[in-house]
Every structure is written in C-alpha cells, then in structure tokens.
C-alpha cells in the first residue's frame, strides 16, 4: 500500500535491553514525525525530522531515546536501557512539507511492552 | 508546552443522540486538526479548521473553530456505532509541529 507502514507491530521485551522501532513514510513525504501514546490517551510529540535539516528532539524524554533518518526516508527509532514506563504504543506519521496545512499521516503504530 | 485540554474524556450515548466533544486552550493556533483514531490503527485526519468561526461540515459531523482561534469543538449528529472510538483534536502554531489533545473516547452503544 501507499501507506506510512510501521515494524514491529508489536515487541515485548526485557527491562534494561534496547529495541529499534521503524518508520516507512509515504513515498515523497520530506516530514517525519515520532509520537508516543499510552493507553489510548492524547499524543505525545517526541522527534521531527524535515528534509535535511537537524531534527527537532525537544520531546525525547530522556537520553536512552535517539532517532535517525536515512536518505530522507525510512526512520528508526532506538530506546536504549529500556523501562517499564516505556512501554506503550509509538506513532510514526509523514506529512508533505509543501502542503497547504500540516496534515499529517500516522501509521499503525508499534506496541511496546517493557517487562 | 501548548496545552490542548478535551472534554468529555469519556462518552458514552445510545445510537441516534447527539453529542459533543470540545478542545480548549489558551494558546492561538494557525490551524486546528480534528482526528478519529480506532483500536490498532493510528489516528485518521477528519478535518482542519483555519479560519476564526469557522464551521466545516462533514455528513453527520460539524466542526466549529472559535473566533479566538483558541478552541473548536466536534458535533455529531444522529450518532452511528461507526462513529466509536477516539476522537483527538491537534492544534499547530506554524512551526510545523501539532499539539495533540488529551482525547475522547466516545462509545456509541446500538
């Protein structure tokens, strides 16, 4: 599909170990976005990537967290030493930096679970 | 931090009643965003509101930017089981990036 398509769907993993997430936007989106929602709740804003200018990382909330960009495209998202209280769904979406307003397209999401 | 607080955080009506869900702030956005995210998927873009007063339309869903450009709210009329699950408004300030509201969760029970 034409999608923003996300992998793993889901990952359960051990306290203290680190896990990738990853992003595949739509084809010719220059914005990509990191979100994270627990428990069905509002959105949390975590990283913004635009084209190849440096990241906006104000919402990472600590350190363990980190997100890289490769050729424009694909996006990974690391959490390192990971907690308990990481554990929830994270969101990518893209958007077209040209558009009119900032209409963003999310994909299914990742659910993590930190044991 | 702009703050996007949602009303009701919970909702649950009877197929056919009326309802509706309003987002508040004390920041003025450039543009406000309504999404209606379902169980395993991400959120769905409904509309984007621009303009202070302004209204938008959509089949059974009315959406109302305030004149301020503070707040909106989301009326849907004649409420379907289709129309459950959560309901997120977002709001931009022009810097490219949305701040999401705290949610709605609406069940509509057939």
């Known amino acids: 599909g034409a999608g923003v398509s996300q992998s793993p769907s889901n990952k359960v993993t051990e306290k203290g170990k680190d896990v990738e997430l990853r992003c595949d936007p739509i084809?010719?989106?220059?914005?990509l976005y990191w979100y994270r929602q627990s428990l069905g709740q509002g959105l949390e804003f975590l990283i913004y990537?635009?084209?190849?200018?440096?990241?906006?990382k104000s919402g990472l909330p600590s350190d363990r967290f980190s997100a890289e960009r490769t050729g424009g495209s694909v996006s990974t998202l690391t959490i390192q030493r990971t907690q308990q209280e990481d554990s929830a769904v994270y969101l990518c979406?893209?958007?077209?930096?040209?558009?009119?307003?900032?209409?963003?397209?999310f994909g299914p999401g990742t659910r993590l679970t930190v044991l | 931090t702009q703050l996007l607080e949602q009303s009701p955080q919970f909702l649950s009506i009877q197929e056919g009643e009326n309802l509706t869900v309003y987002c508040n702030s004390s920041?003025?956005?450039?543009?406000l965003q309504w999404y209606r995210q379902e169980p395993g998927e991400g959120p769905v873009l409904l509309v984007t509101v621009v303009t202070g007063g302004e209204v938008k339309k959509l089949k059974r869903l009315t959406f109302q930017f305030g004149d301020a450009r503070k707040d909106s709210s989301l009326h849907i009329t004649a409420a379907q089981p289709g129309d459950t699950g959560l309901y997120l408004c977002a709001g931009e300030t022009g810097a490219n990036n949305l701040f999401f509201g705290t949610g709605t969760r609406l069940t509509v029970i057939p």
């Open positions: 920041s003025v956005f450039s543009s």
């Open positions: 979406a893209s958007s077209l930096a040209s558009a009119s307003y900032n209409e963003q397209f």
């Open positions: 084809s010719g989106h220059t914005a």
């Open positions: 990537f635009q084209g190849n200018s440096a990241p906006d």
